[in-house]
């Protein structure tokens, strides 16, 4: 009864499988391989729009890559106060630009509030004359509560980015369970609705350790090669990154380990909110479910030797009330999570 | 009529006489001159214990150079979210740190709300595995809202930080007038109330550009050499703010320019507030007033020449309703700010 | 005929099944695994000697990291002028110091030269005022040019390096293949003739993707947990570069290979010193071999499909002197190249 | 007797009396008063091309943010080994490019060699896959060794560094006794032979303290706005900056200062080159003389209480071979250099 996270997990088969066959023989070093170049025009069928592409070894560097593509040292990025970009990385974001100012924002369940975004940006603009410059927004999809924007309120947002001159960045770190959950395609969820660049995640979905940061904007960025090798990012073997997302893009592998987590998560969900003991802090949109617990049921649980996490409920959001008694926890699954796990758990609530 | 700010104005005469005093002949460079050593120790026996000085040309480099002796680039900062450092230096502290995060606190008047600098440490606590370590505690003393901290008020925030762990900085770009407004000494208002480090502000109190970076913890921050010369910060011909500051800490002239300000500024802040076209936003403590007038009351103003600057009124704070038809206005004094023109505005105002 | 770079090759197959072995199931994320405290008592088994042990996926990432362990933004790093920490990495050390100065030294073959050192260092004492502080000597075994330090000459250079003060570093991209060509203990090559700390590569030699950094030096490196993640480099399933580095010190693995690819390049360049057209730049004594080709004879190799790389043969260092009508080529060996390649090319020789 | 340093000496009488002139009254603040437009519209006559400036309170300042106007984090700055630029600035330029790589070049007397600067070019052109970007070469006029750069040797560093992609700036701490020496104008000792980007010196010739940036290539540098304020370069009372510096520009002030700086270092380097236990180390070209002395007649200058520093000479470059019983040292003339001092002391040379 493992749901710490969904990073915990292994790896999926024909992932796996993929390494394996390209395990011997010599190509090319630092991306100068056949497997990196079919990799980046599978996305660009993906994404049906040629996109740049920069493998990475982990999302963080993803995302701190992106932030500095379009964010100057002097500059400003408006994401989520409760974001990974803001809050998990310990600064990736402002060591790769050079010293950004990162600006939180709020809004329920990780999605940020169009009022208070705009609000904002107005601030910025009065009296602004020596204010770090606004550069660029950042939101999460699937969001670190598990939300998943609609691609309206993705819209919105980004519209008023690009009012503002912004540039737009979607941490998809749970992409796939997103797209699963949206039933939409890739470019509908990206730059359809205005996103610039992606940080295309697949390591939390049953993938060993590859993510891929995408440009769907159309411009050269010719300063990430730069800036990947000088952050110690560029994996010589870069093959072995590319036959991973090769295998995770084909024969519609991702969204279905996608479906698969997001469907346990729901079984999980569904099955916490029915209990006495248990209510759901948001409804389960992805592969996340946030509980509140009475500490009697984790108690239960705990004994029982099921792992997860508990999670702040006092953010500068505090968007969860959690009363006396009551514990605010994060429930993950992944692909690989057994649903007997779940049905374990669920038979541990107190009726 | 100008109210704009205070460094719009020039420099008292002893101060441009001290310079003259040393015009001619050969010192040391870089701060190896005798008025260097002099003015160590005059802080030494202002502050009544030992401190370490640092001359620099502007405030902003003192609170850069004060966040860097304590945050390393993976630590947050916390201050008020509309303080100097977080808002108008266009990230010098993320600079000089070397992309620090700037985590930012509430509180009406730019004071720091000591709950709620509470929960975002207990925040911080919970669950902060990969964020920027907590590092320092930053307050502006007067604020940029004109307000100043009692003394208990500002043991209670450094307490807070210290039981944290966080060292504490003080950023006086106006000290000398919050000093004047709570007729207490400077060992008083900064290291018996637990504070660490003190950018010493001179500038805006009618010296020419002169600013001192004071650490009153008795410790070594040997690596402040380095980062003020790196920084550009090191001027060769240092006497030159050396005897500025001499000169502004001598015959009490700092506190009696302080004084001169801080009286214009009530006599101003009193007329408005009986004004019936205008009203104070928070009662005058230092020499700042921060006004609400009517669009009316302040057409007659500017049409009648008048100088000063709309203000922000909805930060993260929003801690003053201006309503339709109106607008927050700041008007700063300095020593020499006649009172004649205090007279000829209000003069002016709405019956 | 591939000869390009020991990254071009793949993936041992023990290494692989060992990534199979931990393929399902969960375990701690960040490095929270079983396989990574195992990893890291080995380690401290392999080099006699508790070590604080860092993964990362790329060398270079080790290199920066090491940099930033031991140098100020304000330091001064003392390296080879032609070694991949100076010249190769685009900038990643003085990137992860926060800008610290890289100061090249010479010396034949990538040797460091100790009269250059001593010199250079003295000159760094005098007059010092507002030089960068100097703070770590970094050397590369094997080196850029295929030479292995022995250990006295690195005795020398430590000494030299701690006489002044500073700690030591040594890029071990092929630490294996020095080891191989010394015989001696991964301990002796180390913290016994001065090496504080360790770039221990892998990739090169048969594995996928995965190198640490080790410190010798039995002081806490506690800002290492920041930098690795922030920099982007903190895999969240760790378990498979631990499982890789375990597979690869299991059963003399590492030394096998390295040897292997040594004996390769050692067969190539005697073959290659044999030919009339050809010699080589410097003995052959770990896995690469610099040869000084006639044009002719590069011809006939490239001809026939060979693929290595044309080297600078005038650096700051000019080492070897390339007449007109020749050119200074690298060729590297791996564990996976076939013994037949070398036959094939060493056939195309011109007698 | 002091001749340490240009620095160590005071401020002109007519630069005083400008100060005192704009002592009382209101102005802009940051830049934005009058002196400071009038001194930017002042700067477009001298060098007869519209400039951009950026006043900064220290050369160190101007050099470090002309090195962050063209270099990236990830490029490369080419100048002397023995530079103020490279070596005496505690890396204030790595600092503010955000950790690029200076790359040092040798030449006699600080000249930079165009031969040795056309091979290190080659080189980086060479296998340059992740070397950090050629963006940037700096020159030193008058040089850290009192030579000046002739007309012809400026334009063809600056040809070979166009040549290369790289844009070219002029560290000019002491441009005015380059310019008297030379005996030409300010276009032509800059952007007539390639120079794009000025610092142009003012502090080491009679000012207080106050440098300028100057941008001669006709382009926009808005980011230097964001970067000087975020290096708390930006003075608040910038209009005592200007007023120095009208003032020095005024009257032909500068260059008779200089001239007269010049024309006592000429005066006492023929006299110590007549002595029989000195010899010049270069020629005096401006206001430095390098003399390599006896230890006797050294002995001698320092009991009758001479004051001037020995200088390193044992570089990169090691231009001059000082002998045992030798020492190399540096003699500093200012404008404010009594003549008398400089007969006092060649009155104590040993015939």
């Given amino acids: 009864m493992n749901f710490a996270s969904d990073n915990v997990w292994g790896v999926a088969a024909p992932i796996m499988a993929a390494l394996e066959a390209t395990r011997l023989g010599a190509d090319g070093a630092y991306g100068g391989d056949d497997l990196t170049s079919k990799l980046e025009a599978r996305f660009s069928e993906v994404f049906e729009r040629d996109v740049s592409m920069y493998l990475v070894p982990t999302g963080t560097a993803a995302n701190a890559l992106a932030a500095a593509a ?3 040292p002097f500059g400003t990025i408006f994401c989520h106060g409760e974001s990974h970009l803001y809050y998990d990385e310990w600064g990736a974001a402002e060591f790769y630009t050079g010293g950004a100012k990162l600006e939180s924002l709020a809004g329920d369940g990780g999605i940020v509030d169009p009022g208070m975004f705009s609000d904002v940006l107005d601030y910025f603009r009065s009296g602004a004359r020596h204010r770090s410059t606004p550069s660029l927004f950042s939101l999460t999809q699937a969001t670190e509560f598990g939300q998943v924007y609609s691609l309206d309120q993705i819209s919105t947002l980004t519209g008023l980015a690009k009012a503002s001159g ?3 960045h979607m941490d998809g770190a749970r992409f796939a369970n ?5 039933s939409c395609s890739p470019a509908e969820m990206t730059w ?3 996103i610039d660049c992606l940080s295309f995640g697949a390591t939390k979905n049953g993938v060993m350790g590859a993510e891929a940061l995408l440009f769907l904007d159309g411009k ?3 300063d990430m090669e730069a800036r990947r090798m ?4 560029l994996m010589s073997k870069s093959r072995f990154l590319s036959a991973q997302l090769l295998a995770y893009l084909a024969d519609n592998l991702w969204l279905e380990m996608a479906g698969k987590a997001n469907d346990c998560a729901k079984v999980l969900g569904a099955g916490l909110a029915r209990s006495k003991e248990a209510r759901l802090a948001w409804p389960v949109a992805a592969n996340e479910v946030f509980a509140i617990l009475s500490n009697k049921q984790d108690q239960v649980f ?4 099921a792992i997860y996490n508990p999670w702040h409920a006092t953010g500068p959001d505090r968007v969860s009330v959690v009363d006396d008694g009551e514990i605010l926890v994060r429930m993950v699954a992944s692909p690989e999570t057994p649903m007997e796990s779940v049905q374990e758990l669920l038979a541990l609530t107190i009726k």
């Fill in 230 to 233: 000088r952050g110690g990012l």
């Fill in 166 to 168: 912004l540039a737009t």
């Fill in 192 to 194: 359809k609705v205005g």
């Fill in 178 to 182: 997103a797209l699963a959950s949206l």
């Fill in 70 to 72: 379009y964010c100057p």
């Fill in 220 to 222: 050269a960025h010719d």
């Fill in 302 to 305: 705990r004994d029982a030797g």
